[in-house]
C-alpha cells in the first residue's frame, strides 16, 4: 500500500503516533490499532453507531483494502488530535476525518475516545 503522510509529521511524539495509528487502520492492521486504545475505548461512526472496546475493532476497519493511503493533515493539542485524508482503491475514494481523546497528556496515554467521519466518491 502506498501511504503519504504529512512532511511535518515529525514534529510532535503524538503526531507520531497518530500518524502510525492510521496507517495501520488503514492498513486492516486491527491488532497495531488495539494496541493505543483503552479497553474501554468508544469509537464512533458519525451517522451510523457508537461501538466500546473489542466490539470497536470488529466494525471500524475500512471496507476495502485500499491502494493508497493520504492523511493531509494531523493536528494535536493535549489529549486531542485529529487527522483528515482519504483511502483510495482502483473505483473508489473514502476520504476520513478522525477526532480522537486521549486518556491523558502523557506521550504514551492510549486512545480512550475516537470519531470519525467517511465520505465515499465513486472515482470512475
Not at 2 to 27: E, H, M, Y
Not at 48 to 73: F, K, N, W
Not at 75 to 104: K, N, P, W
Request: glycine share 6%; aromatic share 10%; with cysteine.
Amino acid at each position: 500500500m502506498k501511504i503519504k503522510l504529512p512532511a511535518d509529521c515529525g514534529n510532535s511524539p503524538r503526531i507520531t503516533i497518530v500518524g502510525d495509528f492510521i496507517t495501520s487502520w488503514a492498513q486492516g492492521d486491527m491488532a497495531a490499532v488495539a494496541q493505543w486504545l483503552t479497553e474501554d475505548a468508544t469509537w464512533s461512526l458519525v451517522g451510523e453507531r457508537t461501538y466500546i472496546g473489542q466490539d470497536a475493532l470488529d466494525h471500524v476497519r475500512p471496507s476495502t483494502s485500499p491502494e493508497s493511503v493520504e492523511v493531509i493533515t494531523i493536528i494535536t493539542h493535549g489529549r486531542l488530535a485529529s487527522c483528515d485524508g482519504f483511502l483510495e482503491t482502483g473505483s473508489a475514494r473514502m476520504y476520513f476525518s478522525h477526532v480522537f481523546r486521549f486518556a491523558s497528556t502523557s506521550k504514551a496515554a492510549k486512545i480512550k475516545d475516537a470519531r470519525s467521519y467517511y465520505i465515499e466518491q465513486l472515482t470512475q
